[in-house]
């Protein structure tokens, strides 16, 4: 299974009802499912390991995360041609898990059309579900 991985999007899930913050998303490659959601206060290293762990607890381990050039995945400081991994890479090396980063924006399609359904529907959902904090949001993601 590989996973196109995460979708990070920071704006006002929660419609001023709480702080602004990311949602990371995991979908499935295959299926397009979404396999995994969560929310968090901002974009980092710490914060993409919880949603792995979190993934691996809830659906075990894929053979690849497919996602954007962003620092957290690779690095981009050029050594003399050479790119250093960064931690998150390092860690996804030592459990078997590849990590590919999309070369185009057409890669990362099915992401991008998840992304719109859930500013549209989730949002609502939520509103209507009387969530309010990114905890609440996050149990009501499991369900």
């Not at 709480?18 to 949602?23: K, M």
């Not at 999309?102 to 992401?111: L, Y």
């Amino acid at each position: 299974m590989i996973i196109k991985s995460p979708l990070k999007l920071c704006l006002n899930w929660f419609e001023g009802r709480s702080a602004p913050c990311c949602l990371l998303v995991f979908i499935d490659d295959a299926t397009s499912a979404i396999v995994f959601a969560m929310f968090c206060d901002h974009e980092t290293t710490l914060n993409y390991m919880a949603a792995v762990r979190g993934h691996l607890r809830q659906n075990g381990r894929p053979l690849a995360y497919y996602s954007d050039w962003h620092s957290i995945f690779l690095t981009t400081r050029n050594i003399d041609g050479y790119y250093e991994k960064t931690q998150f890479s390092r860690a996804m090396e030592a459990l078997g898990i590849d990590v590919i980063c999309a070369n185009s924006p057409q890669a990362k399609g099915r992401v991008e059309r998840a992304n719109k359904t859930l500013q549209d529907r989730l949002i609502k959902d939520m509103r209507l579900a009387k969530i309010d904090t990114p905890e609440a949001g996050n149990a009501f993601l499991k369900s």
